[in-house]
């Protein structure tokens, strides 16, 4: 295995850690969401590295395979699309959620708690799909 498979590797272990710990955090409701601000902040926090993390797996996997690098976080999933590393519907979900952490992190707005308790209640179930994509790449290349 190469240091860079390693790495993407070690990274995807550390995205599942997230993951799973957002979905015991999907136990809250709404209410204990909006009331709790040691759920609404772990749950933010864990929502940004996640999708950190996602974006950093796809500049990995498209170093790894010499595709275009891209200009700007969302061109990953679109790069990672065109080469059939991931299909289309995927790409548009992580570039919404790339989106959503430009949002979260940069302060561009103010987010209505209700939508970040649906990103993380609902829209995040496409990064185990991503995180799937990319192991079946790894393998099927023997990289």
Same mark, same amino acid.
């Given at each position: 295995?190469?240091? =860079?498979?390693?790495?993407?590797?070690?990274?995807?272990?550390?995205?599942?850690?997230?993951?799973?710990?957002?979905?015991?955090?999907?136990?809250?409701?709404?209410?204990?969401?909006?009331?709790?601000?040691?759920?609404?902040?772990?749950?933010?926090?864990?929502?940004?590295?996640?999708?950190?993390?996602?974006?950093?797996?796809? !500049?990995?996997?498209?170093? %790894?395979?010499?595709? =275009? =690098?891209?200009?700007?976080?969302?061109?990953?999933?679109?790069?990672?699309?065109?080469?059939?590393?991931?299909?289309?519907?995927?790409?548009?979900?992580?570039?919404? %959620?790339?989106?959503?952490?430009?949002?979260?992190?940069?302060?561009?707005?103010? %987010?209505?708690? !209700?939508?970040?308790?649906?990103?993380?209640? =609902?829209?995040?179930?496409?990064?185990?799909?991503?995180?799937?994509?990319?192991?079946?790449?790894?393998?099927?290349?023997?990289?």
């Amino acid at each position: 295995m190469s240091p =860079k498979t390693a790495r993407i590797l070690k990274t995807i272990d550390e995205l599942e850690n997230y993951l799973a710990k957002l979905t015991k955090s999907q136990k809250y409701s709404l209410a204990d969401f909006k009331q709790d601000w040691h759920i609404y902040y772990s749950v933010e926090r864990l929502l940004q590295l996640s999708i950190e993390s996602i974006i950093e797996i796809g !500049e990995m996997v498209i170093g %790894l395979a010499k595709l =275009k =690098k891209p200009e700007i976080y969302r061109e990953t999933f679109d790069i990672l699309a065109e080469a059939g590393i991931i299909n289309l519907t995927l790409a548009l979900k992580l570039q919404r %959620l790339t989106e959503f952490r430009n949002k979260l992190v940069h302060a561009y707005s103010t %987010l209505p708690l !209700e939508r970040i308790y649906q990103i993380y209640t =609902k829209d995040f179930e496409c990064i185990p799909k991503f995180v799937s994509s990319i192991r079946k790449f790894l393998t099927s290349h023997n990289v």
